[in-house]
């Protein structure tokens, strides 16, 4: 019973990662990553600035959208 619940806990962690994947869920760590990494002066928006420009961004730009 404990391998049962053990494999079906890791199919549920799997399937999480995945999902956070496709909603871009660390999309603004790996902006952070990158911003201190390559541009160590520059200042860092919060999530929340984030995420707007990045949506404004979609909207003013689009290019891989069915509508």
């Known amino acids: ?3 049962a619940a053990s494999v079906c806990a890791a199919r549920v962690r799997a399937f999480v990662t995945w999902f956070n994947a496709v909603l871009g869920g660390q999309d603004y760590q790996r902006y952070v990553d990158h ?3 390559n541009h160590p002066g520059c200042a ?3 999530e929340r ?3 707007r ?3 404004a961004d979609a909207d003013n730009n689009p290019q ?3 509508c």
């Open 1 to 3: 019973m404990r391998v």
């Open 35 to 37: 911003l201190q990494r």
């Open 44 to 46: 860092i928006p919060s």
């Open 49 to 51: 600035e984030y995420w």
């Open 53 to 55: 420009r990045r949506h």
């Open 64 to 66: 891989n959208r069915c």
